[in-house]
């Protein structure tokens, strides 16, 4: 499992390094050049550009220079495929068909189902199955809910449109969901034990964690090797946690915790699929996409172990 994330950690970093080779292609460079200077500055390439532009388009801001990016990256993506030549990257990112002004519109929507998913399966499970002030844990649970929510809100507005802030609040929201469970796991090991005010202090040191990361990402440096790392090492914890936790649960007569443990595997499956870094197919379909493809169906596996955990608890309560 080690192993696993060290591998994902040498593969990530190498993706950032390599960078984007598209965007120093001759071909592009010069389009997009060309673009800038005669459409973009010139009151008639405007007015032509304004004419063509579609109403999506225009309410998810694509501007002048960002059309020049999109259209002078398909001229040097035909370029390379009647070449013969292998697709590249640009600005770091495939090259993706857009939809109604949806920049990658198979993640949008996979993220959005993934949201879906999260208030049918996480929000209105808890609300039905628990309750406020009698069920164990509801608050914490509730709360961890509405992270997520607020995770795949952040992730569908950055595919949409890719721009730099929606990105780091993407990642932040990313992050935000594994310092989370993170902490719920904490709490959950802690609850009922003499070691519950230490868990306490750690969720609180998390959280501050995570506030100062969120800061230095937003204010100080967007540092992609940096929050990985933090991601990996975070999400490492994590997993050894719940996993600890579920079989030592399991082996005392806890069954119903193998839904926990299938949910952390599946996750670090699923993670598995962004490695397999291939040009989208279709122009739409991408790693990437897949792996938020695949979690779309894990709150269904883990509110149901969440729903059981606090039932279990509830019964067992002094
Ligand atoms: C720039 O102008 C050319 C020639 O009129 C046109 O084919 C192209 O679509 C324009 N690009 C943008 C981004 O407006
Ligand atoms: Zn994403």
Same mark, same amino acid.
């Given at each position: 499992?080690?192993?696993?994330?060290?591998?994902?950690?040498?593969?990530?970093?190498?993706?950032?390094?390599?960078?984007?080779?598209?965007?120093?292609?001759?071909?592009?460079?010069?389009?997009?050049?060309?673009?800038?200077?005669?459409?973009?500055?010139?009151?008639?390439?405007?007015?032509?550009?304004?004419?063509?532009?579609?109403?999506?388009?225009?309410?998810?801001?694509?501007?002048?220079?960002?059309?020049?990016?999109?259209?002078?990256?398909?001229?040097?993506?035909?370029?390379?495929?009647?070449?013969?030549?292998?697709?590249?990257?640009?600005?770091?990112?495939?090259?993706?068909? +857009?939809?109604f002004?949806?920049?990658?519109?198979?993640?949008?929507?996979f993220?959005?189902?993934?949201?879906?998913?999260n208030y049918?399966?996480?929000?209105?499970?808890?609300?039905?199955?628990?309750?406020?002030?009698?069920?164990?844990?509801?608050?914490?649970?509730?709360?961890?809910?509405?992270?997520?929510?607020?995770?795949?809100?952040?992730?569908?507005?950055?595919?949409? +449109?890719?721009k730099?802030?929606?990105?780091?609040?993407?990642?932040i929201?990313?992050?935000?969901?594994?310092?989370?469970?993170?902490?719920?796991?904490?709490?959950?090991?802690?609850?009922?034990?003499?070691?519950? +005010?230490?868990?306490?202090?750690?969720?609180?040191f998390?959280?501050?964690?995570?506030?100062?990361?969120?800061?230095?990402?937003?204010?100080?440096?967007m540092d992609?090797?940096?929050?990985?790392?933090?991601?990996?090492?975070?999400?490492?914890?994590?997993?050894?946690?719940?996993?600890?936790?579920?079989? @030592?649960?399991?082996?005392s007569?806890?069954? @119903?915790?193998? +839904?926990?443990?299938?949910?952390?595997?599946?996750?670090m499956?699923?993670?598995?699929?962004?490695?397999?870094?291939?040009?989208p197919?279709?122009?739409?379909?991408?790693?990437?996409?897949?792996?938020?493809f695949?979690?779309?169906?894990?709150?269904?596996?883990?509110?149901?172990?969440?729903?059981?955990?606090?039932?279990?608890?509830?019964?067992?309560?002094?």
């Amino acid at each position: 499992m080690i192993t696993f994330y060290i591998v994902l950690l040498i593969f990530s970093t190498n993706l950032i390094v390599f960078g984007s080779p598209g965007d120093n292609h001759y071909l592009y460079r010069a389009c997009l050049n060309h673009c800038k200077q005669i459409n973009c500055s010139t009151p008639l390439g405007l007015k032509e550009f304004e004419v063509k532009q579609t109403f999506f388009e225009y309410i998810f801001q694509w501007s002048c220079p960002d059309e020049c990016s999109y259209e002078c990256m398909w001229k040097t993506v035909n370029q390379m495929i009647s070449n013969g030549q292998s697709v590249v990257q640009f600005h770091g990112k495939w090259p993706f068909v +857009r939809l109604f002004g949806v920049q990658e519109p198979a993640s949008t929507l996979f993220s959005i189902l993934n949201l879906l998913s999260n208030y049918l399966f996480g929000y209105r499970v808890l609300r039905r199955y628990l309750r406020y002030g009698v069920h164990p844990l509801y608050s914490m649970w509730i709360v961890f809910c509405f992270i997520s929510m607020n995770a795949w809100i952040w992730s569908t507005i950055f595919h949409t +449109r890719d721009k730099p802030l929606t990105e780091i609040f993407d990642y932040i929201g990313a992050i935000s969901l594994v310092f989370a469970q993170f902490a719920c796991c904490l709490i959950r090991v802690g609850y009922r034990t003499k070691y519950m +005010r230490l868990a306490k202090l750690a969720t609180l040191f998390l959280f501050c964690f995570f506030i100062y990361h969120a800061y230095y990402l937003l204010f100080i440096k967007m540092d992609f090797g940096y929050n990985m790392t933090i991601n990996i090492i975070v999400g490492l914890f994590n997993v050894i946690c719940w996993l600890l936790w579920s079989i @030592y649960h399991f082996m005392s007569g806890k069954v @119903y915790v193998w +839904r926990c443990a299938l949910s952390v595997v599946l996750t670090m499956i699923f993670v598995a699929l962004e490695l397999a870094d291939f040009p989208p197919i279709g122009w739409t379909i991408d790693a990437h996409s897949l792996w938020h493809f695949s979690t779309i169906f894990l709150p269904i596996l883990w509110y149901r172990f969440v729903v059981d955990d606090s039932r279990y608890l509830l019964l067992h309560s002094k």
